[in-house]
């Protein structure tokens, strides 16, 4: 498929094409939409055999989107940990972009700090993404690079290391930390996939301290963002996120509308086949709609066991030992 294709599927409004068609490309950025697509697809053995490729594609900004990426689809499956390094490469990799700089070194030591494990880690990490000598001059480094709409361009591989960054450290318990990433992303890039995404993360930020009227303008943010851009898949998540917050949020006729919206993101992933938001829209349904649980918890089980089925071991793995992921047939 040529790239326009790839990127209309990928973050447009056009149906997903046949697996068939994304198993190679011409170029690097073929590649890499053609990775995210088999994501979305639930095809995860295929997208990481794209993605470890492209890992090591001599150009950095490649690179680091090709780590986020294999990140994003690490976390789906409830690989936190296993995110967590991929998005310190990602943001290493940009960070530094071979350029040389002892400031940029700085910051990418302290995305590698960040990833240790301790909470005297996560201090360093966070403090060397906030040091303005140090990330800011990568961004510096970067600014004369030609921007991508879609933000497949330096400053958007950065906001996606950092809001990966962010996601992953929320899932590990450390509220604080993510706070910091999503924050620091926010500086990086205002268009509108970084405020999609940053909108999910500040979310569940939100709802993990247990505010979930907070919760809400974030959610609201990337779900308008997503429709107003036509971007399909973006709006089913950020339907399934406004839903939970609206609920969590005891909003006026939240569970009308939050049914209205898990509803819609379902039938919009079944329709599409975005099995990697489908499982997880079902369960959110069988919360909302109580009566009907057996039957959505059933839906997930069946979808699930599709999605490892085309998992790699290493997918399959951290699906096993994850706690937010459902065993199918357990």
């Given at each position: 498929?040529?790239?326009?294709?790839?990127?209309?599927?990928?973050?447009?409004?056009?149906?997903?094409?046949?697996?068939?068609?994304?198993?190679?490309?011409?170029?690097?950025?073929?590649?890499?939409?053609?990775?995210?697509?088999?994501?979305?697809?639930?095809?995860?053995?295929?997208?990481?055999?794209?993605?470890?490729?492209?890992?090591?594609?001599?150009?950095?900004?490649?690179?680091?989107?090709?780590?986020?990426?294999?990140?994003?689809?690490?976390?789906?499956?409830?690989?936190?940990?296993?995110?967590?390094?991929?998005?310190?490469?990602?943001?290493?990799?940009?960070?530094?972009?071979?350029?040389?700089?002892?400031?940029?070194?700085?910051?990418?030591?302290?995305?590698?700090?960040?990833?240790?494990?301790?909470?005297?880690?996560?201090?360093?990490?966070?403090?060397?993404?906030?040091?303005?000598?140090?990330?800011?001059?990568?961004?510096?480094?970067?600014?004369?690079?030609?921007?991508?709409?879609?933000?497949?361009?330096?400053?958007?591989?950065?906001?996606?290391?950092?809001?990966?960054?962010?996601?992953?450290?929320?899932?590990?318990?450390?509220?604080?930390?993510?706070?910091?990433?999503?924050?620091?992303?926010?500086?990086?890039?205002?268009?509108?996939?970084?405020?999609?995404?940053?909108?999910?993360?500040?979310?569940?930020?939100?709802?993990?301290?247990?505010?979930?009227?907070?919760?809400?303008?974030?959610?609201?943010?990337?779900?308008?963002?997503?429709?107003?851009?036509g971007a399909r898949r973006h709006a089913v998540k950020s339907g399934i996120v406004l839903a939970v917050a609206l609920r969590a949020a005891g909003a006026p006729d939240h569970r009308e509308i939050s049914d209205a919206l898990v509803g819609k993101a379902m039938a919009t992933a079944e329709e599409c086949e975005l099995l990697s938001l489908l499982w997880p829209a079902a369960l959110v349904a069988a919360d909302l709609r109580p009566g009907h649980a057996e039957e959505y918890r059933f839906r997930v089980a069946e979808v699930l066991h599709a999605v490892l089925r085309n998992a790699d071991p290493c997918g399959r793995r951290v699906a096993g030992e994850s706690?937010?992921?459902?065993?199918?047939?357990?």
């Amino acid at each position: 498929m040529h790239e326009a294709a790839l990127r209309a599927a990928a973050f447009g409004g056009e149906p997903l094409p046949d697996p068939a068609s994304t198993r190679g490309g011409d170029t690097a950025r073929e590649r890499l939409l053609a990775a995210i697509v088999l994501g979305a697809q639930g095809r995860y053995a295929a997208a990481a055999a794209l993605l470890d490729v492209l890992r090591r594609d001599r150009d950095p900004v490649t690179a680091s989107l090709a780590a986020s990426t294999l990140g994003a689809h690490r976390r789906q499956l409830g690989g936190h940990r296993q995110a967590r390094a991929l998005d310190g490469e990602a943001f290493a990799k940009v960070a530094d972009g071979g350029q040389g700089s002892a400031e940029v070194g700085r910051a990418s030591a302290g995305a590698a700090a960040a990833l240790e494990g301790d909470g005297e880690s996560d201090r360093l990490g966070s403090a060397a993404i906030g040091d303005p000598s140090g990330l800011d001059a990568a961004g510096a480094l970067f600014g004369s690079a030609t921007t991508d709409p879609d933000g497949l361009d330096a400053a958007g591989a950065r906001a996606d290391a950092l809001l990966g960054l962010a996601a992953d450290n929320l899932a590990l318990g450390r509220l604080t930390a993510a706070r910091r990433f999503a924050a620091r992303a926010s500086r990086e890039d205002a268009r509108w996939r970084a405020t999609v995404r940053g909108g999910w993360v500040g979310a569940e930020i939100e709802l993990a301290a247990g505010h979930g009227a907070a919760a809400v303008p974030h959610a609201e943010l990337a779900f308008e963002t997503a429709v107003a851009r036509g971007a399909r898949r973006h709006a089913v998540k950020s339907g399934i996120v406004l839903a939970v917050a609206l609920r969590a949020a005891g909003a006026p006729d939240h569970r009308e509308i939050s049914d209205a919206l898990v509803g819609k993101a379902m039938a919009t992933a079944e329709e599409c086949e975005l099995l990697s938001l489908l499982w997880p829209a079902a369960l959110v349904a069988a919360d909302l709609r109580p009566g009907h649980a057996e039957e959505y918890r059933f839906r997930v089980a069946e979808v699930l066991h599709a999605v490892l089925r085309n998992a790699d071991p290493c997918g399959r793995r951290v699906a096993g030992e994850s706690p937010w992921v459902p065993v199918p047939g357990g």
